[in-house]
């Protein structure tokens, strides 16, 4: 759930592990992951704020949005200038990503376009340059909490943008890193699926300790894929979708959870998921070739099973059969007969008659025949 997603983003990395990670997933048939991601980035920020969580500051890697539209939507959530500066430190990539606007701007072929925000803002120019990248993120991360025990938070939103120019054996270096550093507090990023191979998918999965998948509330019609000739399935995607997350706990096990997720003119809302939905309720649990649930027949059988501890002695003295004397058929001495042929009352028990082969035979025992030995 959402709600349990920013929890965790909130209580950060526990002692001696590493820090929680988020891999938000979007497609192009349900493109909500960008709303998601100000939700979840908006939600750890008023925690922030608010002394709630055990980070101190957002350091937010700008890849697909300038820093001006990130103040804003900070602005519409209740967060004045003087606090967006104090606990969020935006990582400009997106103006200048490859410092091209600056060659031309020490040419004087172009003006000086950056606009000042109301969010700490600094220009990056090297996004090719995965250690340049990973080196600022650090700086200006303990810039923004001081040096020591203080934590911050990453957010990435379009780690996308940061694939075009970097392989995924760099951006992994780079999560990897981060999660084991001691000063950070939570790693979360939006990845846009389509534009990727499945191995990629599945490595940043690897490293995340929570997945959330935003997938359209209707994939097929009449067993067709969604196309652009159905326009009213295709805007209802763009406005609903169902979050599936996934947890990975510290002792193995995985959770998985659904929500509603919906688009209103305040935000997005995220709403439960009914049991009664039996789509959704399909979708989670497990597909197996049998069956869990005992039928009304099976149960009374089951009932009727007498089982050996509560039919032994059936009122009477227990005797244990030693393998050497039949308990039917002894005699006053104890001894067991010669020969006891079987009648036809007795071939129905099945029965099974010892003879020792002659008296210096040792009656079975529980003593070990080599005990006396020293070894």
């Not at 700086?139 to 025990?149: A, D």
């Not at 846009?192 to 097929?220: C, F, G, W």
Request: net charge negative; glycine share 6%.
């Amino acid at each position: 759930m959402a709600e349990l997603i920013c929890r965790n983003l909130r209580d950060g990395a526990l002692e001696g592990e590493h820090a929680p990670a988020l891999t938000l997933k979007d497609s192009i048939e349900s493109p909500l992951g960008p709303l998601v991601f100000n939700h979840i980035l908006s939600q750890l920020f008023s925690n922030i704020s608010a002394a709630k969580s055990q980070s101190r500051g957002i350091l937010l890697v700008a890849l697909s949005r300038p820093p001006s539209f990130y103040a804003e939507l900070l602005k519409c959530r209740g967060s004045d200038g003087g606090s967006s500066n104090k606990w969020l430190s935006v990582l400009d990539c997106y103006t200048d990503p490859l410092g091209w606007k600056s060659r031309l701007m020490e040419r004087g072929t172009i003006n000086n376009t950056s606009q000042n925000t109301s969010v700490n803002a600094t220009l990056f120019t090297h996004v090719k340059d995965s250690n340049k990248l990973l080196a600022s993120i650090v700086e200006r991360g303990k810039e923004m909490v001081g040096e020591g025990k203080g934590r911050f938070s990453v957010a990435i939103d379009s780690i996308s943008e940061m694939l075009r120019h970097s392989s995924i054996h760099s951006v992994a270096r780079i999560l990897s890193y981060l999660r084991s550093h001691d000063q950070v507090s939570s790693v979360f990023f939006l990845l846009n699926s389509d534009l990727h191979e499945s191995k990629v998918a599945s490595t940043l999965e690897y490293m995340s300790t929570m997945r959330a998948d935003i997938v359209p509330v209707a994939q097929t019609i009449n067993g067709q894929r969604v196309n652009s000739e159905n326009l009213s399935v295709v805007e209802q995607n763009f406005k609903r979708g169902k979050l599936h997350v996934r947890f990975k706990r510290r002792n193995g096990r995985v959770r998985v959870t659904c929500e509603d997720a919906c688009v209103e003119d305040s935000g997005i809302k995220f709403t439960p998921v009914s049991l009664e939905d039996g789509l959704t309720a399909q979708s989670l649990v497990p597909k197996v070739q049998f069956n869990l649930q005992l039928s009304e027949k099976e149960r009374l059988d089951r009932e009727k099973v007498v089982l050996p501890f509560e039919h032994q002695g059936n009122g009477k003295p227990i005797e244990i059969y030693d393998g050497r004397k039949s308990l039917n058929n002894t005699n006053e001495h104890g001894d067991a007969s010669a020969k006891m042929p079987l009648t036809n009352d007795d071939s129905g028990k099945g029965e099974i008659i010892y003879f020792r082969d002659s008296d210096d035979e040792m009656p079975d025992s529980d003593e070990d025949p080599d005990d006396d030995l020293d070894i």
